[in-house]
Nanobody, 130 residues
Framework: VQLQASGGGPVQAGGSLRLSCAAS????????????MGWFRQAPGKVREFVAA????????DYADSVKGRFTISRDNTRNTVYLQMNSLKPEDTAVYYC????????????????????WGQGTQVTVSS
């Protein structure tokens, strides 16, 4: 069972990045489309916080107020991948970004709490310079 996040890197303020999170392994090979997915981030010296979440079929999304209107979460169940398009990046968006899967999400709304997610990726660093 693996969630592989990628797409992070350095970017100037106002720029864009697209993060990807690919799910692989026996658990996800046939069940990814039943999972709600979330993105979280952790800045240096701060606790990890919710960023965005999407339900199992992409029909429902939720965003933290700090990223609403700038970030877009989406998924491609044929590729077992969830994306986070980040536009108008700000220095305060600098953090390690983690993707997470709620394996029991089918039929449920996407949750903001970490408690709902039972699989986590390793994180990808996003650094926004002013």
């Amino acid at each position: 069972v693996q969630l592989q996040a990628s797409g992070g890197g350095p970017v100037q303020a106002g720029g864009s990045l697209r993060l990807s999170c690919a799910a692989s392994g026996r658990t996800f090979s046939s069940t990814f489309s039943n999972c709600n997915m979330g993105w979280f981030r952790q800045a240096p010296g701060k606790v990890r916080e919710f960023v965005a979440a999407i339900n199992w079929n992409g029909g429902s999304t939720d965003y933290a107020d700090s990223v609403k209107g700038r970030f877009t979460i989406s998924r491609d169940n044929t590729r077992n991948t969830v994306y986070l398009q980040m536009n108008s990046l700000k220095p305060e968006d600098t953090a390690v970004y983690y993707c997470a899967a709620d394996h029991r999400g089918s039929g449920q709304p996407p949750y903001r709490g970490e408690w709902a997610y039972d699989y986590w990726g390793q994180g990808t660093q996003v650094t926004v310079s002013s």
